[in-house]
């Protein structure tokens, strides 16, 4: 199934604010691992976000992190929403600021 990607004001406001090389980095390993399977975790790459509400999921690309939920329409369409593009080193700051645990 193909699904829509989606980009949170903040995450465009992330991928401008990266250089040119690191957004072109970013948008193609969005397209490629989150078009088609972005719910499939692996052990580096994708990564499912235990004890996580939101952000649901997190894609490694280098030194940047793309976290991401992964929803579905009431007709089925598959719909995942970029929130934020980090810094590896800004992670775990804004996972404490921004992320939701699971009630």
Avoid: H, N
Avoid at 8 to 34: M, Q, V
Avoid at 49 to 74: G, H, K, N, W
């Amino acid at each position: 199934m193909r699904y829509e990607i989606i980009f949170s004001p903040e995450a465009e406001e992330d991928i401008i604010a990266l250089r040119a090389s690191d957004r072109a980095k970013a948008l193609d390993a969005i397209e490629t691992f989150l078009r088609y399977e972005p719910e499939k975790t692996s052990k580096s790459r994708i990564k499912s976000l235990r004890e996580m509400q939101r952000p649901q999921y997190r894609l490694r690309i280098d030194d940047l992190r793309a976290f991401y939920d992964v929803s579905y329409t009431d007709d089925g369409v598959g719909v995942v929403e970029v929130l934020r593009i980090r810094e590896k080193s800004e992670t775990m700051r804004w996972l404490a600021e921004f992320g939701r645990g699971d009630e």
